[in-house]
């Protein structure tokens, strides 16, 4: 079963920098496309990035220029690099593992400042 747990949240000040992590199990990021997504309170979960098993990548508008998605199979980690920062990219963000279905990880706090 898919595992996946992400880190590197916290507090930062606009136009700052910040990069989230997914830790996940047993080569699941060579057989399985990964995904970002965010949720901010009251508002719908949206898709910020994704990248397939060939390494192709993809972003949603509002984060174009901005922010990276990438991974390391040999530490089956992935990553989300984040650059200046807004305060409308406030969300919990998690990552996803998608294959057969969608497994989710626990998700962690962004929070920019003004």
């Known amino acids: 079963q898919v595992q996946l747990v992400e880190s590197g949240g916290g507090l930062v000040q606009a136009g700052g920098s910040l990069r989230l992590s997914c830790a996940g199990s047993?080569?699941?990021?060579?057989?399985?496309?990964m995904a970002w997504y965010r949720q901010a309170p009251g508002k719908q979960r949206e898709l910020v990035a994704t990248i397939t098993t060939s390494g192709s990548t993809n972003y949603a508008d509002s984060v174009k220029g901005r922010f990276t998605i990438s991974r390391d199979n040999a530490k089956n980690t992935g990553y989300l690099q984040m650059n200046s920062l807004k305060p409308e990219d406030t969300a919990v963000y998690y990552c996803?593992?998608?294959?057969?279905?969608?497994?989710w990880g626990q998700g962690t706090q962004v929070t920019v400042s003004s």
């Open positions: 996803a593992a998608v294959g057969v279905g969608i497994k």
């Open positions: 047993g080569s699941i990021f060579s057989i399985n496309a």
